[in-house]
């Protein structure tokens, strides 16, 4: 779907990004992905909440070693957006009051 995503841009305040933490081998797919995204124009203003999904999932790598593989931290320094992570499991429900907590605050301080 990623070719048409940019369809979605505009007007758009608030983004969810959600990688597969069980999946080292998309990791660099996503990876370009959220590059691609983050260096949007027309998302320059929104907010980003970066989702590793499948926690539940036995872990082939840490979460900090997957965060450091994509040198997420270098993402987030040089990102114009404000990004906040969150790791979940859409499967058990891990994480999700965190991320509608996320989407309350970001929609209130928006506006
Ligand atoms: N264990 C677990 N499975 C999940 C979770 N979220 C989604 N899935 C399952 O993962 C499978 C594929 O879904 P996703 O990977 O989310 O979707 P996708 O990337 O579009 O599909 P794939 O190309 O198959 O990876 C489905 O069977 C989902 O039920 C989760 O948090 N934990
Ligand atoms: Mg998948």
Not at 39 to 45: G, H, I, R, T, V
Not at 59 to 88: G, V
Not at 95 to 108: D, K, N, P, S, Y
């Amino acid at each position: 779907m990623g070719p048409i995503w940019s369809s979605y841009y505009g007007n758009c305040r608030c983004l969810l990004f959600m990688m597969d933490a069980s999946d080292p081998t998309q990791l660099s797919a996503s990876c370009v992905q959220l590059l691609g995204l983050l260096s949007s124009e027309q998302l320059a203003e929104a907010s980003v909440l970066i989702l590793f999904n499948k926690i539940d999932l036995p872990c082939y790598m840490a979460m900090e070693e997957i965060k450091s593989l994509i040198r997420l931290p270098d993402i987030i320094a040089c990102a114009k957006q404000n990004i906040t992570t969150a790791e979940i499991s859409a499967r058990e429900g891990t994480g999700l009051a965190e991320v509608l907590a996320w989407l309350q605050a970001t929609h209130r301080a928006k506006g």
